[in-house]
């Protein structure tokens, strides 16, 4: 069975920092590209972030460009969401993503595989 178990949310103050982690089951690890979504009480789940199969390419959706970064560790399982300058509309259940191919996506749609998210709040 495959899993995605994210890790690293909680509460912080606005213009802090936190660092998602994402581990993943799927094998070969390095044949998913991998994203991040973010979903907030009565609102649509959001793309935050996704990173290519290597590593070598990401995007950031428009609300996070210039915060948030995601990476890759593919030697270890895990996608990263390193998110800075936080503001209270981060607020949001975070969900780490799994779509099997080279490109990522940036609809909750093209993805296979889903963790079951980390609450991440930011106070004002």
């Known amino acids: 069975q495959v899993q995605l178990l994210e890790s690293g949310g909680g509460l912080v103050q606005a213009g802090g920092s936190l660092k998602l982690s994402c581990t993943a089951s799927?094998?070969?690890?390095?044949?998913?590209?991998m994203g991040w979504f973010r979903q907030a009480p009565g609102k649509e789940r959001e793309f935050v972030a996704a990173?290519?199969?290597?590593?070598?390419?990401?995007y950031d959706g428009d609300s996070v460009k210039g915060r948030f970064t995601i990476s890759r560790d593919n030697a270890k399982n895990t996608v990263y969401l390193q998110m800075n300058r936080l503001k209270p509309e981060d607020t949001a259940v975070y969900y780490c993503?799994?779509?099997?191919?080279?490109?990522?996506?940036?609809?909750?749609?093209?993805?296979?595989?889903w963790g079951q998210g980390t609450q991440v709040t930011v106070s004002s």
């Open positions: 993503a799994a779509l099997l191919g080279a490109h990522p996506g940036s609809t909750p749609g093209q993805y296979t595989y």
């Open positions: 990173i290519s199969w290597t590593g070598a390419n990401a």
């Open positions: 799927v094998r070969p690890f390095s044949c998913y590209s």
